[in-house]
C-alpha cells in the first residue's frame, strides 16, 4: 500500500522554489471571501508574469477571519526584484485599497527555504483552475510549524526525514514540501517578514476533512508514534508547534 509520501531525492530544479514565504493574514470579519474572489482574479496572474509563483491560497478551517498563502521566488534579489515590480505597479495600485480594506494584520510572514534539496513544492503537473471557477476543493492542506530556540541542525532535518516523515505518511499524510527558515535579510522592508524565527514547516496533503481525521485517529494509535517518535520530537522543539488545516480556494495549485 502507499504510504503517500513524497521522494525527498531529486534535485532543487525540479522543484518550487528556492524561497517561499507562508504569509498568514488576519482579516476583518467577514472579509475573507472578498479578499479571495480579489485575489483568485487579480493576484495570481499579474504576480506569476514578474517572476513569482502563487504556490496556493487557502481558507483556515478553524478561523473565519484567517488568508493564508504561499509565495514563491527563485532568489532573494530577484524576490526584491518582483515585489518591487508588483507593488510598484498598476494592478496593486488599482486594488490595493479594496485589498488592504479587508485586513487588519498582514506582517504574519515567515520566509522559508527547502530543507533539503527536492524537499520544496513540485508543480510541474499541477494546472491552476480558469478565473471563473469557483468550486472549492475538498481537499485540505495541513501546515505544520516546528519552533526551535537556535538554528534548525541537520540532525533535526535528518530525524524528520527518517523518523516523522516515514510515520505521518504511514498514518495518511501525503507529504507535499518542508522547509526551514531562510535567514538572508528581508530583501524588501516595505513587507515586514517575521525576522530572527527559526521554524521547520511541512505541509501534507488529504483528500478531505474525513481522510484527514482519519489520520489523526492512526497517529494517535501508532504505538511507534506514542512511546516513541512524538517524545523525541518534543525534545528538540521550544513551545507548542502550530497546525493550520487549511481549504485551498478554487485556484490554488495546491
Same mark, same amino acid.
Not at 15 to 41: A, S
Not at 49 to 70: E, H, S, T
Given at each position: 500500500?502507499?504510504?503517500?509520501?513524497?521522494?525527498?531525492?531529486?534535485?532543487?530544479? &525540479?522543484?518550487?522554489?528556492?524561497?517561499?514565504? !507562508? /504569509?498568514? *493574514?488576519?482579516?476583518?470579519?467577514?472579509?475573507?471571501?472578498?479578499?479571495?474572489?480579489?485575489?483568485?482574479?487579480?493576484?495570481v496572474e499579474s &504576480?506569476?508574469?514578474?517572476?513569482? %509563483?502563487?504556490?496556493? &491560497?487557502?481558507?483556515? !478551517?478553524?478561523?473565519?477571519? /484567517?488568508?493564508?498563502?504561499?509565495?514563491?521566488?527563485s532568489d532573494m534579489s530577484l524576490r526584491a526584484l518582483a515585489l518591487a515590480d508588483? *507593488?510598484?505597479?498598476?494592478?496593486? %495600485?488599482?486594488? /490595493?485599497?479594496?485589498?488592504?480594506?479587508?485586513?487588519?494584520?498582514?506582517?504574519n510572514v515567515l520566509l522559508l527555504r527547502p530543507a533539503l534539496p527536492g524537499s520544496g513544492f513540485s508543480l510541474t503537473e499541477k494546472i491552476? =483552475?480558469?478565473?471563473?471557477?469557483?468550486?472549492?476543493?475538498?481537499?485540505?492542506?495541513?501546515?505544520?510549524? *516546528? *519552533?526551535? =530556540?537556535e538554528r534548525v541542525t541537520d540532525d533535526f532535518v535528518e530525524f524528520f526525514d527518517k523518523k516523522v516523515r516515514p510515520e505521518v505518511g504511514a498514518a495518511g499524510a501525503a507529504i507535499l514540501a518542508y522547509f526551514v527558515s531562510e535567514q538572508s535579510e528581508n530583501t524588501f522592508p516595505t513587507l515586514p517578514v517575521r525576522e530572527n524565527e527559526n521554524v521547520f514547516v511541512w505541509f501534507a496533503r488529504f483528500n478531505n476533512l474525513a481522510a484527514y481525521d482519519s489520520y489523526v485517529t492512526t497517529l494517535a494509535r501508532s504505538a511507534g508514534w506514542r512511546e516513541k517518535t512524538s517524545t523525541e520530537l518534543a525534545c528538540?522543539? %521550544?513551545?507548542?508547534?502550530?497546525?493550520?488545516?487549511?481549504?485551498?480556494?478554487? /485556484?490554488s495549485l495546491i
Open positions: 500500500m502507499s504510504t503517500g509520501i513524497a521522494p525527498a531525492s531529486g534535485s532543487a530544479a &525540479q522543484t518550487c522554489c528556492p524561497i517561499v514565504e !507562508l /504569509r498568514q *493574514y488576519t482579516l476583518h470579519p467577514g472579509k475573507r471571501d472578498v479578499l479571495i474572489d480579489l485575489f483568485d482574479r487579480e493576484f &504576480q506569476e508574469a514578474l517572476g513569482m %509563483k502563487i504556490i496556493g &491560497q487557502f481558507r483556515d !478551517l478553524d478561523n473565519p477571519d /484567517r488568508f493564508v498563502w504561499l509565495r514563491g521566488f508588483f *507593488y510598484g505597479g498598476p494592478v496593486w %495600485k488599482a486594488h /490595493r485599497d479594496a485589498a488592504n480594506g479587508t485586513m487588519i494584520d498582514s506582517d491552476r =483552475a480558469a478565473p471563473s471557477t469557483k468550486q472549492i476543493p475538498e481537499r485540505v492542506i495541513l501546515t505544520t510549524v *516546528y *519552533y526551535f =530556540a528538540h522543539l %521550544k513551545g507548542t508547534s502550530e497546525r493550520l488545516r487549511l481549504s485551498p480556494t478554487a /485556484r
